[in-house]
Nanobody, 121 residues
Framework: QLVESGGGLVQAGGSLRLSCVASGRTFTSYAMGWFRQAPGKEREFVAVISWRPGSTTYADSVKGRFTISRDIAKNTLYLQMNSLKPEDTAVYYC????????????????WGQGTQVTVSS
């Protein structure tokens, strides 16, 4: 089970840190990703981190503003979001992939329920 938290309402230029706590199984060897979905749009890739230390990939739209990280000991995934823009408004989901380091949602095996992020202009 994956449970996200940390979403909320923030003004443009502000910051939020999302957390995703894993329970029920160990996701140590899984790639973990963040995705988002805005109303009327498809779910899109935001960032992914490998189970091996050091490998991360970001969507161009968030590169330089967002940072993905994980605390293996706490079984927790994070997304630090800085310089937020109104177009970042969406429901943010964390996901785990057992076999794939991927930007494609279909490659992920487990999903959280999502947390709403709203950025006002």
């Amino acid at each position: 089970q994956l449970v996200e938290s940390g979403g909320g309402l923030v003004q443009a230029g502000g910051s939020l840190r999302l957390s995703c706590v894993a329970s029920g199984r160990t996701f140590t060897s899984y790639a973990m990703g963040w995705f988002r979905q805005a109303p009327g749009k498809e779910r899109e890739f935001v960032a992914v981190i490998s189970w091996r230390p050091g490998s991360t990939t970001y969507a161009d739209s968030v590169k330089g503003r967002f940072t993905i990280s994980r605390d293996i000991a706490k079984n927790t995934l994070y997304l630090q979001m800085n310089s937020l823009k109104p177009e970042d408004t969406a429901v943010y989901y964390c996901a785990a992939s057992r076999h794939n380091y991927s930007i494609r949602p279909a490659q992920y095996d487990y999903w959280g329920q999502g947390t709403q992020v709203t950025v006002s202009s």
